[in-house]
């Protein structure tokens, strides 16, 4: 996908948006990338092994085509919907994670991709957060089988942490 031809004032919006599947191939790109981050110096192997994406969360209205978007280009195959997790099909990622993807809860409810860092005290990084000045949209809330789970809100991105 190029760049558009044209004047500003010739272009349609249609111009200046992705379309739904460039959106999903992008996200799917990001995903095949998960179990790699944070190994890009091999001279340190300590590095970004503190930071480990454990959820990845998709809220779109087209749950079917977003997991078949993600079966074709990554190889994961998703499940049933889990009532635990708001209703996500979910598929296990390479580097020990999930993808779930979920129609939005309510109405306003947005389409969102959200990621969960691991963390060994959810209320200390809670804390963190806060003291780095993220506003906490979702205090820590046990989800039964999967662990605690909180989001918080950090220049107007959204974001997760995650306990087992």
Not at 30 to 44: F, M, Q, W, Y
Not at 110 to 117: G, I, Q
Not at 134 to 146: N, Q, R
């Amino acid at each position: 996908m190029g760049p558009p031809k044209g004047s500003p004032s010739e272009m349609t919006r249609e111009d200046y948006c992705m379309t739904r599947r460039d959106a999903l191939a992008l996200v799917a790109a990001c995903i095949a990338a998960v179990p790699t981050l944070g190994r890009e110096n091999k001279s340190d192997e300590k590095l970004g092994e503190a930071m480990q994406v454990h959820y990845l969360e998709v809220v779109t209205k087209d749950v079917d085509a977003a997991c078949e978007l993600y079966s074709v280009t990554s190889g994961v195959t998703f499940g049933d919907a889990d009532p635990s997790l708001g209703g996500a099909r979910t598929a296990h990622l390479a580097n020990g994670g999930m993808i779930g993807v979920r129609a939005p809860m309510h109405d306003a409810e947005k389409a969102v991709t959200r990621a969960y860092v691991l963390v060994e005290d959810i209320q200390a990084a809670v804390a963190a957060a806060t003291k780095a000045g993220a506003e906490i949209a979702v205090p820590p809330m046990e989800i039964p089988g999967h662990g605690w789970c909180a989001i918080y809100l950090q220049g107007g991105i959204e974001a997760g942490l995650w306990q087992h």
